[in-house]
């Protein structure tokens, strides 16, 4: 087998890195946005429980958690609890006014070389 470059490892991780990402809103300060985010992820995650089924958890037939009834009969509402977290506190901020802004990093110029004769 072939052993892959290290750097070219480097490079695909790299790749496939998520831009970091921030809630604005005109007038809002840090502290004022990070009160706001954990409202609505207060609220999301409260929504989002209450949303959840009752009837896969509970003791009497199959003990706690959700039942596992296997490829392709398996009910996938353990994963679209954290799907609709996310939404709802997207959401939330929406209607509080603020924006999901991409943070761009600040860029570096490399000063040019001189050529000394």
Sequence with gaps: ?????????????????????????AGS??????????DC?????QEA???????VYGPPYWGWGPPYWGP???SGVS???FYNEGRLTD????NKG?????VTPPRTTVPAPTIDK
Excluded: G, H, I
């Design 79 to 81: 994963s679209d609890r």
């Design 41 to 45: 992820r207060r609220a999301a995650r």
């Design 49 to 55: 429980f209450d949303a959840w089924p009752y009837f």
């Design 72 to 74: 392709p009969y398996w």
């Design 1 to 25: 087998m072939r052993k892959v470059p290290p750097l070219l490892l480097l490079a695909l991780a790299s790749a496939c890195s998520f831009p970091e990402t921030r809630w604005e809103k």
């Design 29 to 38: 300060d840090e502290k004022a946005t990070a009160a706001d985010l954990s």
């Design 98 to 102: 603020y924006r999901l802004v991409t």
């Design 91 to 94: 959401f939330c901020m929406r």
